[in-house]
């Protein structure tokens, strides 16, 4: 088991960085591929972006405490993935 104080810095480090630059990213580049210019993937990145950061705070952070804490880190993206595919 990884010490408290890491998977605290851990998981807060991905949801306060990682999580909200990541789902901004995914919309803008979506939007893109999607044929939208880059106002209108913007735009659009705004108006999803709150409502799934919300939603990615209902599950993660304890889905990150736990995979910080006791999932050996060759076997972390596995436990996200099983996460992920439980939540659909």
């Known amino acids: 088991m990884s010490h408290p104080t890491t998977v605290l810095a ?6 306060a960085i990682m999580a909200p630059l990541g789902i901004a990213l995914f919309f803008q580049v979506m939007g893109m591929l999607e044929g939208h ?3 209108a993937a913007w ?3 705004k108006e999803k972006f709150k409502p ?3 939603a990615n705070y209902v599950l ?3 889905a990150n405490i736990v995979n910080f ?18 939540m659909l």
């Open 10 to 15: 851990k998981t807060l480090l991905d949801q």
């Open 69 to 86: 804490a006791f999932v050996p880190p060759s076997q972390r993206i596995l436990y996200c993935n099983v996460v992920y595919v439980s």
């Open 37 to 39: 210019s880059m106002q």
């Open 60 to 62: 993660w952070p304890a």
């Open 52 to 54: 799934t950061v919300m």
């Open 43 to 45: 735009k659009s990145t």
